[in-house]
């Protein structure tokens, strides 16, 4: 089973500057990771697949990046409706398809 | 616009059984392979099991294994969750998420509540 590692736990950064994620693998998942977003009493949210693609509707201030076990989410400008809980999750190796255990941003 | 929603959550016994669904709208649903993932109350979230788009195939995650099975009815757009010999680690949100053909999960439900108790 893969392991998926975010770091930090807890992000807390002021609007108009740059939030960047972590998210690492135990094994090489070459590019087959995804990022997801999550708001309070919401289903999370695709942002970002295949490591880099933004997911329909997804504003370009989002961007992912990394291959193999190092991965990136980076929110270039923060806004304050980017608050919440983001999640790395990998299908190259499945079952199971699994998740990491989540970044809580803050908004500072 | 794609729509999931999922039904039948609510508190069971433990040792229990329940079966969840979920309809979709939207989108043409016997083109996708389905899933079910999981989130404990203030936990992260856990993969449950998976459907391909013509039901050839389903996988399942560790802890659900002989336990949970997996199905769809492709004429009446519905994915459903069999539940059974419930135990409280499987107090959860549940929701459907449909699969991107194959990179991540691109929709999902508001999600159904289980609670399994004494």
């Known amino acids: 089973e893969v392991v998926l590692t975010q770091s930090p736990l807890t992000l807390s950064v002021s609007p108009g500057e740059r939030a960047t994620l972590s998210c690492r693998a135990s094994?090489?998942?070459?590019?087959?990771l995804a990022w997801y977003q999550q708001k309070p009493g919401q289903a999370p949210r695709l942002l970002i697949y295949?490591?880099?693609t933004r997911a329909t509707g997804i504003p370009a201030r989002f961007s992912g990046s990394g291959s193999g076990t190092e991965f990136t989410l980076t929110i270039s400008s923060l806004q304050s409706e980017d608050f919440g809980i983001y999640y790395c999750?990998?299908?190259?190796?499945?079952?199971?398809?699994?998740f990491g255990q989540g970044t809580k941003l803050e908004i500072k | 616009e794609v729509q999931l929603v999922e039904s039948g959550g609510t508190v069971v016994q433990i040792g229990g059984s329940l079966r969840l669904s979920c309809t979709a709208s939207g989108f043409t649903f016997d083109d996708y392979t389905m899933h079910w993932v999981r989130q404990a109350p203030g936990k992260g979230l856990e993969w449950v099991s998976l459907?391909?788009?013509?039901?050839?195939?389903?996988y399942y995650a560790g802890s659900v294994t002989g336990r949970f099975t997996i199905s769809r009815d492709n004429s009446n757009k519905s994915l459903y969750l069999q539940m059974s010999s419930l135990t409280p680690e499987d107090t959860a949100i549940y929701y459907c998420?449909?699969?991107?053909?194959?990179?991540?999960?691109?929709?999902w439900g508001p999600g159904t509540l289980v609670t399994v108790s004494s």
């Open positions: 094994q090489s998942v070459a590019r087959d």
């Open positions: 295949a490591a880099s």
């Open positions: 998420a449909k699969d991107r053909s194959g990179f991540g999960f691109d929709s």
């Open positions: 459907i391909s788009w013509d039901a050839s195939y389903s």
């Open positions: 999750q990998q299908y190259n190796n499945w079952p199971p398809y699994t």
